[in-house]
């Protein structure tokens, strides 16, 4: 692999797992992982809230990283059942994904509120995965580009050069999420590239050449390796594929 940064593989578990099954899910990987190097590769999982506690405390290894699924924009305060970026990092999390679209879609998160997040996840030294992806329609008349750029331009919004430099994006097609329909090889390294030349335009060149963008949606073992091997594609965000340690260890072991 000769790409200049490094790949970033995360699991996103979603509403999935009790604490002690991401324990077990954690231990089965570090052992399936056991001869992959922590500098080949960039490995987080991203458990539900209620499980962050237990798998910090196996999370022995720096091999295997944590991350949260979403985060409040707020510090604290009277915002009942949210969670600050302050409360996630006393567990060790160092990533958040932000702006998922079942965010989106179901709990109506705009472009504003996930650039506020983002802002705020930095403030507290996490660093943010945030998602953008276009819906089938989208897609099939020819909105692709328009779409993403829109939600880049305001999820985006407020970042500075050296903020954006440790942020992710995962370029996920929301018809391709959960549906075992992935994005052709094409597809992929087209929408990555335009994402990378938009990066170009809002900040700059380096900070779009450091910039890790991540394919998701329907990633297994089977098609990893192609669509790691793409000059755009730099890592994978995982939904169904992370729930099993075979699986996803297969996904991280066919990347490199
Ligand atoms: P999937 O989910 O891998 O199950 O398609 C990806 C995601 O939602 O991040």
């Keep these: 692999m000769n790409k200049d940064r490094k790949l970033l593989i995360a699991g996103n578990w979603k509403m999935n797992k009790t604490a002690s099954e991401g324990a077990a899910l954690v231990q089965g990987l570090y052992l399936e992982l056991a001869g992959t190097k922590q500098l080949e590769i960039d490995i987080v999982v991203c458990p539900p809230f209620t ?16 991350g949260a699924q979403n985060m409040s924009e707020h510090n604290y305060g009277a915002y009942t059942g949210e969670i600050a ?8 999390v160092r990533y958040v994904i932000l702006g998922h679209s079942e ?28 998602c953008v ?24 919004a407020g970042l500075s050069k050296e903020q954006m430099a440790e942020t992710t994006i995962a370029y996920e097609p929301v018809w391709a999420i959960g549906t075992g329909k992935t994005a052709t090889a094409q597809q992929a390294q087209d929408t990555h590239a335009f994402i990378r030349r938009l990066l170009v335009e809002l900040f700059d060149d380096t900070v779009a050449r450091r910039v890790r963008i991540q394919y998701g949606g329907s990633v297994k073992p089977a098609n990893a390796k ?4 793409l000059p755009d594609v730099d890592g994978a965000l995982v939904g169904g594929a992370s729930l099993e340690v075979r699986n996803f260890s ?7």
């Design 51 to 66: 499980a962050l506690s237990e798998v910090s405390k196996v999370l022995v290894d720096p091999k295997i990283r944590l």
């Design 103 to 130: 965010r989106r879609q179901y709990f109506h998160e705009t472009d504003e509120i996930i650039s506020r997040k983002a802002i705020a996840a930095h403030a507290a030294a996490i660093k943010p995965i945030v």
């Design 85 to 92: 970026a302050g409360m996630l990092r006393e567990f060790g």
């Design 133 to 156: 992806g276009e819906l089938l329609a989208e897609r099939e008349g020819g909105l692709t580009e328009q779409v993403v750029g829109k939600q880049l331009r305001g999820s985006l």
């Design 226 to 229: 192609e669509l790691m091997s």
């Design 250 to 256: 297969d996904i991280v072991k066919n990347s490199i």
